[in-house]
């Protein structure tokens, strides 16, 4: 048996001995008590009685075994023209201030702070700062509407928000504050107050009272220490797309995280502590909490926070440059931005102005890799190109090629086998296991290993009916696929209405959500189309009310403006198509699958369940007025 199947069998046969192990690499103000608690399943708690703090163990600890000096942050900003390095001691004293900052505010142990940040270090300084006085942080994504925003606010129940005057987006400045106080005036709960940081570009205009310029608050409180919280305590939650327009807030527990993560970054990306680790990803996405923030810095590595765009920040050489400046060893990004790159530069000319000595590997995640930006990332980069599947909910990969065990032989399609901790499985609807390369639901035998979710905030019966409900004894991801006859695992679909446009993962039925608001929408429905850039981007189907008589364009680019102003850019929604009707089952189901697949230009058999099979040949032609299925 290699390295690489002896570790994993060891973490399947005794995970307690496993991950206890692990832990020791972990500072602890108090031991755990007992590593798992699986006594009231689905929910399981990982060391519990032990007690820690994650800002220490992100950079204090650093500080006192003599880290200090070394950079921590690397803030790389084109759209800005501006590059600032922060060593551990720097990060120290700043989180330390506005740590006391937030404790002037009144946030204490278990209060909630929302970040609707971009990519600026204040956004890492306020996330430490947050757990460092045993405060829950959930930081929404700047490219979200004021409408998501105020959801999240009145899930969360924030204390205080912190934000900035605004994002630079490429060659756009887009102020954030007005989008703020928007949420703040359609939310329910109301903060006691935001703290904002002013940028030169755009002046933010404050709410007596309420608001707090960063400056201020940073100047006027003593720095705090940190706070002990107990393992199974939050240390965040981050929001993420569910089937409906609420989102789930997904609840990361302190212990679990920090020690899986930590675990992470040897064993699954190779990288020691100095080493330079960059995931080009937005704070406001789990790939930023865990890779931009928190395993980097409890790992004592450099991390860099990238304020700019795979092309466009000047051009598609952009990411070997910031490789080659800051002695890159591990890079991790979502294939689109590689497919963007591919785009501009299929040649990967712009790859030879630079030194990329340093570059040992090239991580990719966010959504399914297709074979060609594989291929194009092998050829070009010639360093190992690793495919890893995971999710917001599992916080960490669940199924990587572990470079740091052993690097097993690559398979285009397939992320590798699961990691070390995940048992995973792939069930038939009856709940028995599927033979080798057939398809089923990916599931994950429970207990999860440390550092997954623990609950989904103030819902826990959303927790067991979203995820553990359908196979008991399993954690369903929502994805379908096979594990091969070398126990590979290859994602093939979602088994929800989730689409993945450029990496994000947005909720159909949300945009539906908002069609359906529309006055002039009867019905509507979402589906995922391919795209050869986002992998996948959202297209519209509207039946309207009998008697509109006003031009369809007119209301297509009125739903695309609703679902720009309530969920947000990011959603990508920008075309849409009127029809008469909508495909569905006898039982009155829409087959959005169907759709899909005329849109994708598959072939497509009418289901025997349909109602009416002529639909069909009415929805290709409506699909043709708007450029679907597309060529080439
Ligand atoms: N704040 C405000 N708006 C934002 C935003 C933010 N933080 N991030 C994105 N947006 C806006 C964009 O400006 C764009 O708006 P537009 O419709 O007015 O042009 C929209 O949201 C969609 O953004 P994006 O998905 O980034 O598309 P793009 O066309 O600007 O760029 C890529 C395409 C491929 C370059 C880009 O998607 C990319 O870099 N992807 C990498 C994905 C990634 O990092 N995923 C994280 C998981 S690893
Ligand atoms: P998110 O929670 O936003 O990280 O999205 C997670 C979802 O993105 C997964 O459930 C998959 O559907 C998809 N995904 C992420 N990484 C991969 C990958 N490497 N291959 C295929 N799909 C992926």
Not at 316 to 341: E, L, Q, S, Y
């Amino acid at each position: 048996m290699g390295r690489f199947h002896e570790v994993y069998r060891r973490s399947m046969a005794d995970p307690t001995a496993f991950w206890a192990e692990a832990a020791e690499d972990v500072a602890w103000t108090r031991r755990w008590d007992q590593v798992v608690d699986d006594s009231r399943p689905p929910f399981s708690r990982w060391f519990v009685g032990g007690e820690t703090n994650t800002c220490y163990n992100a950079i204090d600890r650093h500080v006192e075994a003599g880290r200090g000096e070394q950079p921590a942050l690397i803030h790389d900003s084109p759209v800005t023209g501006t590059v600032a390095t922060y060593t551990y001691r720097e990060m120290q004293e700043r989180i330390a201030r506005f740590a006391g900052a937030l404790r002037g505010l009144g946030v204490g142990y278990g209060d909630r702070v929302i970040l609707y940040m971009p990519m600026i270090p204040e956004a890492l300084v306020a996330m430490l700062a947050t757990v460092r006085i045993g405060a829950v942080h959930s930081v929404v994504f700047g490219g979200f509407a004021a409408k998501e925003l105020a959801t999240r606010i009145d899930d969360a129940t924030p204390k205080v928000i912190v934000s900035a005057s605004c994002g630079v987006e490429g060659q756009r400045v887009l102020a954030y504050k007005p989008l703020l106080d928007r949420a703040i005036e359609l939310a329910a709960h109301k903060p006691q107050h935001c703290v904002i940081k002013q940028r030169p570009q755009v002046e933010a205009e404050l709410a007596p009272g309420r608001d707090v310029l960063w400056e201020d608050a940073e100047a006027a409180a003593p720095p705090a220490g940190c706070v002990p919280v107990k393992a199974t305590d939050p240390a965040y939650i981050l929001y993420t797309s569910g089937t409906t327009g609420q989102p789930k807030g997904v609840v990361r527990p302190t212990g679990g995280h920090l020690v899986a993560l930590k675990w992470s970054m040897k064993n699954i990306y190779d990288v020691d502590p100095g080493d330079v680790y960059w995931a080009a990803s937005d704070v406001g996405w789990v790939v930023g909490h865990s890779y931009i923030v928190y395993a980097p810095l409890f790992h004592g590595c450099t991390t860099v926070l990238y304020e700019g765009k795979p092309v466009g920040t000047p051009d598609a050489g952009a990411f070997w440059r910031v490789i080659a400046d800051h002695k890159v060893k591990v890079m991790f990004t979502a294939p689109t931005a590689i497919r963007a790159i591919k785009k501009e530069d299929p040649d990967g000319k712009l790859l030879a102005k630079y030194d990329m000595s340093n570059f040992k590997a090239q991580f990719l995640a966010g959504e399914r890799c297709d074979p060609d930006t594989l291929k194009w990332c092998q050829d070009k980069l010639k360093v190992p190109t690793v495919d890893h599947w995971w999710q917001t909910e599992t916080g960490w990969p669940i199924v990587s090629n572990c470079l740091g065990i052993e690097e097993l032989p690559y398979k285009p399609g397939s992320p590798t086998h699961p990691v070390p901790g995940w048992d995973v499985q792939v069930l038939a609807p009856d709940g028995s296991a599927v033979k080798p390369n057939e398809i089923g639901a990916i599931s994950i035998k429970l207990p999860l290993p440390p550092g997954a979710l623990s609950t989904l905030w103030n819902n826990d019966d959303r927790f067991v009916t979203s995820y553990m409900t359908e196979y008991p004894g399993f954690y369903q991801t929502g994805d379908a696929g096979v594990i091969d006859d070398d126990g590979y695992l290859h994602v093939m679909t979602r088994t929800d209405d989730i689409i993945n446009v450029a990496g994000h993962r947005l909720s159909t039925g949300g945009m539906e959500e908002v069609l359906a608001n529309h006055p002039d929408v009867a019905e509507c429905a979402v589906i995922g189309v391919a795209d050869a850039l986002k992998g996948q981007v959202p297209l519209g189907f509207l039946v309207l009310k009998d008697g509109v008589n006003k031009p369809h364009e007119q209301i297509v680019a009125e739903v695309v403006t609703m679902v720009r102003e309530r969920i947000g850019p990011v959603a990508a929604f920008k075309v849409a198509t009127v029809v008469q009707r909508l495909p569905k089952t006898r039982s009155g189901k829409i087959l959005r699958r169907t759709m899909q697949k005329i849109a994708d230009g598959q072939d497509v058999a009418a289901p025997a369940t349909i109602d009416d099979p002529a639909i069909l040949g009415e929805i290709a032609q409506s699909l043709q007025t708007v450029g679907y299925p597309q060529k080439g």
